[in-house]
């Protein structure tokens, strides 16, 4: 079978982006006060350069530009880590960036941003509003639009991650991993899978925007008439016709969770493991606790924290979670 994304393509990926980023690790998960599989790792991607691993995908795009395109200057949309992480490797590159965010997006996301020097913009509901404006603003100033995940350079940036899980978890039978857009389960997933057939791969979204969920039942591609969810990085309205393929391709199952779990699931990755992530972050942890995914079977399952770009001077009071250690 021919691959949409050969796993040639994705090594060369992570040769290209490897001075730019982390090699992020695997952390075991603590049995206190735990009902999770006794082998079960996760991911820490929330401590990826710019905090998720958005960064994967912006590096392999900006490594790969002409002289003219790096002057003219680079362009995305973002909920806000793709944008933190295009100003960020902008930064790094000497790059003018711009990011066009929804009104929705936290003011701390702004500021990251900002702090890497990106001029931003603010257009829209959601991503797929800010997309389209961006994508105009991008043909009428010749600049380079970074798509967050349906583009080939993107998916084979966040593809690097699941190289990372082969060689740190050479047994890996079960990658839990949070779902927006696809890039990131559509890359990792084509890796792994190519790698290894039989690694079973289950995305988790959130119930306010099951985007891959109605695409995947359809069979076909469906824009969702809107989306409500606290993990705004993973809501936008619809997938696109490549990442649906390589979920129809490669992604086994997908599990729903809601804001509250995450709210849940973000309080026990503070607690338990030190971790302050996002909503995002935490989604593959909520569908553990909620026993919305069984992992009893597998002997090496491997969950993903996508991204910990949460703001920890307010995220407490804004998402409900106790700022007390280890709570009675």
């Known amino acids: 079978m021919e691959h949409p994304l050969p796993f040639q393509a994705i090594d060369a990926a992570r040769t290209r982006i490897a001075p730019f980023v982390r090699h992020t690790p695997l952390m075991p998960l603590p049995a206190l006060r735990s009902d999770f599989h006794p082998n079960l790792q996760i991911k820490l991607e929330n401590l990826q350069v710019s905090g998720s691993f958005k960064a994967r995908g912006v590096f392999n795009h900006l490594l790969q530009l002409d002289q003219i395109q790096r002057e003219r200057g680079v362009i995305a949309a973002s909920g806000g880590n793709h944008g933190l992480a295009l100003a960020y490797a902008a930064w790094r590159l000497g790059i003018p960036a711009t990011v066009y965010l929804p009104e929705r997006a936290s003011?701390?996301?702004?500021?990251?941003?900002?702090?890497?020097?990106?001029?931003?913009?603010?257009?829209?509901?959601?991503?797929?509003?800010?997309?389209?404006?961006?994508?105009?603003?991008?043909?009428?100033?010749?600049?380079?639009?970074?798509?967050?995940?349906?583009?080939?350079?993107?998916?084979?940036?966040?593809?690097?991650?699941?190289?990372?899980?082969?060689?740190?978890?050479?047994?890996?039978?079960?990658?839990?991993?949070?779902?927006?857009?696809?890039?990131?389960?559509?890359?990792?997933?084509?890796?792994?899978?190519?790698?290894?057939?039989?690694?079973?791969?289950?995305?988790?979204?959130?119930?306010?925007?099951?985007?891959?969920?109605?695409?995947?039942?359809?069979?076909?591609?469906?824009?969702?008439?809107?989306?409500?969810?606290?993990?705004?990085?993973?809501?936008?309205?619809?997938?696109?016709?490549?990442?649906?393929?390589?979920?129809?391709?490669?992604?086994?199952?997908?599990?729903?969770?809601?804001?509250?779990?995450?709210?849940?699931?973000?309080?026990?990755?503070?607690?338990?493991?030190?971790?302050?992530?996002?909503?995002?972050?935490a989604a593959v942890i909520a569908a553990l606790q909620g026993n919305a995914i069984d992992i009893a079977r597998y002997t090496a399952p491997v969950a993903v924290i996508c991204g910990g770009n949460a703001d920890a001077a307010c995220v407490f009071e804004k998402y409900g979670v106790r700022n007390d250690p280890h709570p009675s």
């Open 107 to 281: 003011a701390d996301r702004e500021r990251r941003i900002a702090a890497w020097g990106a001029r931003i913009f603010r257009y829209g509901d959601v991503w797929d509003d800010a997309h389209q404006c961006a994508v105009e603003h991008a043909r009428a100033e010749g600049l380079y639009y970074v798509h967050p995940f349906d583009d080939v350079r993107t998916l084979e940036g966040q593809g690097t991650l699941g190289l990372e899980l082969l060689t740190d978890a050479p047994c890996i039978d079960l990658a839990l991993i949070a779902v927006g857009g696809g890039g990131l389960i559509g890359g990792v997933a084509a890796a792994l899978k190519q790698a290894r057939p039989g690694i079973r791969i289950i995305g988790v979204e959130p119930v306010g925007a099951p985007t891959m969920t109605v695409s995947l039942n359809a069979g076909r591609l469906v824009e969702l008439p809107a989306v409500h969810s606290i993990a705004d990085t993973l809501s936008p309205r619809a997938l696109s016709e490549r990442t649906l393929d390589l979920a129809l391709r490669y992604v086994d199952e997908v599990a729903l969770v809601t804001d509250q779990q995450m709210v849940e699931a973000m309080h026990w990755l503070w607690t338990e493991c030190n971790q302050l992530v996002e909503p995002a972050g």
